[in-house]
């Protein structure tokens, strides 16, 4: 019986290797059909001098001709959706943005393969090429592969201007895709708490709000980003004569050091700043090994006081930061704020650094 269990299992791993191997090969091959599809309805159109009104005409007909052919899957909706992939995705505009992932018969990169992603599905690269941001779009395609988001995940974020919230929209962000390893590349403003289900306005005090995130801990880690693993709540670090709790810990393993969190109901003072500064120190002093980087610590509140940002150690400090939170999806307007907020501040960092 013993030889039949471990025959068995030697079988079963064997299958599920190579029916994943398979399942990559077909997802990868449908998603290159797709496009080609798209390709041919373009061309089609745009050889034609084919009208918007005429095109559609057409493609009703074509999806009645392949649905019939071949069945689901080529409705009118999704044709629309083929083509607006080769459109997004075109030759001569992203051949820099990912690794090619398949090979012709004489072993030269496949005119699309860098539009695609071998670990992504079609419902991926059909919720990514409705951002209209190419730099995003592209964050966005090598994010969902290398931290093997789900789907759902990839929407969430995208719903949740992922991209647009961290810190360093202000910094360089690289077409691969990948921010520079430095601290404030890791650090959103503003975190969205959303799967918290709390309803708006809250009643609930810092504990029962840090609570829900233990709760809902690989949500919140998801939010946080890449790197983060947890380490614990109301972690304690005591002096000689005093015990201090601090309400979050994690360790990032990208930037090699202890991330601190302190949640507050409230708008941002300067006791919450004093505060988390002496955490760090502390953590510095008492936690950090030789091996780590300084310590992070991040204020979470309700809103922040630019006064106190602007005249306390949070304006030029490389390890202390405060990041409002909220718990609802941003709007298109919110998103628009933000937007146009950063692009205030980089001017004015511009305009003091010609200045100087």
Request: one cysteine or more; hydrophobic letters at 35%; charged letters at 25%.
């Amino acid at each position: 019986m013993e030889g039949i269990n471990a025959l068995y299992g030697n079988i079963l791993n064997i299958l599920k290797r190579y029916r994943a191997d398979a399942y990559k090969a077909i997802n990868t091959a449908m998603v290159i059909s797709y496009w080609q599809i798209g390709k041919e309805i373009v061309e089609n159109e745009q050889g034609g001098s084919v009208k918007a009104s005429y095109g559609d005409e057409i493609l009703q007909s074509l999806s009645k001709k392949l649905t019939a052919d071949f069945g689901k899957g080529f409705s009118y909706s999704n044709l629309r959706n083929f083509r607006q992939f080769y459109l997004t995705y075109p030759n001569d505009q992203i051949c820099y943005a990912v690794r090619s992932i398949s090979q012709n018969t004489d072993n030269q990169p496949n005119e699309i393969s860098y539009a695609l992603r071998s670990n992504l599905s079609w419902t991926h690269h059909r919720l990514i090429m409705r951002v209209d941001d190419m730099q995003a779009r592209t964050y966005y395609l090598s994010e969902a592969e290398n931290q093997q988001w789900s789907s759902r995940e990839l929407e969430r974020n995208i719903n949740s201007s992922y991209f647009q919230r961290l810190l360093s929209n202000h910094k360089e962000i690289s077409l691969a895709g990948h921010a520079k390893q430095a601290s404030e590349n890791f650090i959103k403003d503003p975190y969205v708490l959303e799967f918290l289900n709390i309803e708006q306005p809250s009643t609930l005090n810092e504990k029962e709000i840090e609570t829900r995130i233990i709760n809902h801990l690989q949500q919140f880690l998801l939010e946080l980003g890449k790197g983060f693993s947890f380490v614990g709540r109301q972690f304690r670090i005591s002096t000689e004569t005093s015990h201090f709790y601090i309400d979050l810990v994690f360790y990032n393993y990208i930037l090699k050091c202890f991330v601190l969190f302190d949640l507050k109901t409230s708008k941002l003072t300067h006791q919450d700043v004093g505060q988390m500064d002496m955490y760090i120190k502390m953590f510095d002093d008492l936690k950090k090994q030789e091996s780590d980087n300084p310590t992070i610590g991040i204020i979470l509140c309700t809103d922040k006081e630019e006064t106190v940002v602007k005249y306390s150690m949070l304006k030029d400090s490389k390890q202390l930061f405060a990041s409002k939170y909220q718990m609802y999806l941003p709007t298109e307007k919110q998103l628009a704020d933000w937007i146009k907020n950063d692009k205030a501040i980089i001017e004015l960092q511009l305009k003091n650094r010609d200045n100087d």
